[in-house]
């Protein structure tokens, strides 16, 4: 099992741009066969050092991973948060946990 963990930092925290970007994700459910599972999670903390959003995936294996990062129903999603976003983090690794 492979979990795919993103945060996500908005150039603008407002309701509005957060809203965006959870639903933007949302689409992602259901969507992409290759997705095991999603999870958002919005951060409630206030700190210069805190990601805003975060999106916490699993896939079966790092191809799976691949065949999502291209996806043609995953590419409109990044355009989305990247336009919102001013940064984001990345940490894939594989795990026997499911």
């Not at 993103?6 to 689409?27: C, G």
């Not at 916490?56 to 191809?63: E, P, S």
């Amino acid at each position: 099992m492979i979990k795919h963990i993103v945060m996500f930092k908005l150039i603008n925290k407002n309701n509005e741009n957060v809203e965006k970007v959870v639903n933007a994700l949302k689409t992602l459910k259901g969507n992409i066969d290759v997705l095991c599972s999603a999870e958002i999670g919005v951060n409630f903390n206030k700190s210069d050092r805190n990601y805003d959003i975060v999106l916490i995936t699993k896939f079966k294996d790092r191809n799976t991973l691949k065949t999502y990062d291209t996806h043609p129903k995953h590419l409109p999603v990044v355009e989305t948060v990247r336009s919102l976003c001013s940064g984001s983090v990345v940490v894939d690794y594989e795990t026997d946990l499911n």
